[in-house]
């Protein structure tokens, strides 16, 4: 079965400080892919990026950036520079192989507060 | 606005009676699924369609939880005498689905209170 687990439930920082969100996953599919997601106070999950086990290479978007590391099963999240607007719960997601093709299985979630 | 919708935003309800909750998804996407979100946790998946047949349900949908997608269209999600065990965060997602797997996006979910 699918697992996702984001040891870190809170964490707390100050403005301009960079932040690593940490999800580790366990799947039994040899090609898979990852998902993260936001959720800001207003509650609506924002999709953020999708990333295909095939492709190790890091990506940067803005002040993101994401580490894939299929080795240690790990999906880390780098936000740079954190600003205030950042502070929501991330979720990391990790979507059903085989038949149950769609549905996707969430991490618990890191809330993340940034103080001005 | 193109993306989800749903409707209510906030339902609150006394136990024992029925509620319907309703999701338009983004009108090109031919998948569509249900959450459901408790607080302190991720959302956990409930069922989804693929146009208008519904290819899995979860085991935390009893029977007392039905979805429809009539036409392949918008989705309903109704509860038969509500528990306080239901309060929580009700959210849809619809994707596009091809040959290769593309990601959800979400409404911004019906939070139902039972009393």
């Known amino acids: 079965a699918q697992k996702v687990t984001q040891a870190q439930t809170e964490i707390s920082v100050v403005e301009k400080e960079d932040v690593t969100l940490d999800c580790v996953y366990e799947?039994?599919?040899?090609?898979?892919?990852l998902f993260w997601y936001k959720q800001p106070p207003s509650g609506e999950l924002v999709f953020l990026i999708r990333r295909n086990s095939f492709d190790e290479q890091n990506e940067i978007s803005g002040r993101y950036s994401w580490n894939f590391q299929k080795s240690t099963s790990s999906f880390n999240f780098t936000i740079t520079a954190s600003q205030v607007v950042d502070s929501a719960v991330y979720f990391c997601a990790l979507p059903a192989g085989g038949t149950s093709y769609g549905k996707l299985t969430f991490g618990q979630g890191t809330i993340l507060t940034v103080h001005p | 606005d193109t993306g989800v919708s749903q409707d209510p935003r906030h339902k609150i309800t006394k136990r024992g009676q029925n509620v319907t909750f309703r999701c338009d998804p983004i009108s090109e996407h031919n998948r569509l699924y249900w959450y459901r979100q408790t607080l302190g946790q991720g959302p956990e998946f409930l069922t989804y369609f693929q146009n208008e047949a519904q290819l899995e349900k979860s085991r935390l949908l009893s029977d007392r939880f039905s979805a429809e997608r009539p036409k392949g269209s918008f989705s309903t999600l109704e509860i038969q005498r509500t528990e306080q065990g239901d309060s929580a965060m009700y959210l849809c997602a619809s994707s596009f689905s091809d040959r290769g797997y593309y990601e959800q996006y979400f409404g911004p979910g019906t939070r139902l209170t039972v009393t």
């Open positions: 799947t039994r599919d040899t090609t898979y892919y």
